[in-house]
C-alpha cells in the first residue's frame, strides 16, 4: 500500500519521520486511534530512509501487504490466545491443585496474569525488531 507524506523529521541515517494524510485505507482499520497522529486527518510515520530523504522532501513509503496483517494477527490473536490458555489452565490444573478456591476466581486471574505476560512480551518482541532494522517498517520509495 503506497501512501504519499512530506518528511518533517530525520532521526539517523536510516530513520525518517514523515507526515501523511490519513487515506481511506485507515477508515476500515481497527488500530487507526493508535496511530501517532499529528493533530486532525495527518498521522507520524516512521520509516526506513533508504532514498536519503531530507527534511521537508514530499516523499512515497509503502507498507508491505504482508507486514500489515502479521502486525494485526501479533497484536490481536497473540493476548487472545494467551488469555484463553491461562483460563484453561487455571481450571484444568491449578483448581484442582487448591480444591478450597474458587475454580472461577483461580482461571480469571491466571487468564489475566497470562494476559499481561503477552502483551510484556510483544513489547519486547517491539524492541528486539527495533534493532534489527524490522521488516515490517514502512520504506521510503521515491521522492516526489
Avoid at 536510516?14 to 495527518?42: F, P, Q
Avoid at 488469555?83 to 476466581?105: C, E, R, T, W, Y
Wanted: net charge positive; charged share 20%; aromatic share 4%.
Amino acid at each position: 500500500m503506497e501512501e504519499h507524506g512530506v518528511v518533517v523529521e530525520i532521526k539517523d541515517n536510516n530513520t525518517a519521520v514523515v507526515r501523511a494524510a490519513r487515506s481511506s485505507a485507515c477508515d476500515s482499520c481497527g488500530s487507526k486511534k493508535s496511530c501517532a497522529t499529528g493533530g486532525g486527518e495527518d498521522m507520524l510515520v516512521e520509516t526506513d530512509n533508504v532514498i536519503g530523504a531530507d527534511k521537508g522532501d514530499h516523499v512515497v513509503f509503502a507498507v508491505g501487504a504482508g507486514a500489515v496483517m502479521k502486525a494485526g494477527v501479533i497484536v490481536h490473536l497473540v493476548p487472545t490466545i494467551a488469555f484463553i490458555a491461562g483460563v484453561v489452565l487455571g481450571q484444568l490444573v491449578v483448581a484442582p491443585i487448591l480444591p478450597g478456591v474458587n475454580k472461577d476466581l483461580i482461571s480469571g486471574v491466571l487468564g489475566f496474569i497470562f494476559l499481561i505476560d503477552a502483551y510484556v512480551c510483544l513489547r519486547i518482541y517491539n524492541k528486539a525488531l527495533d534493532k534489527k532494522g524490522a521488516a515490517m517498517r514502512p520504506k521510503l520509495l521515491r521522492k516526489v
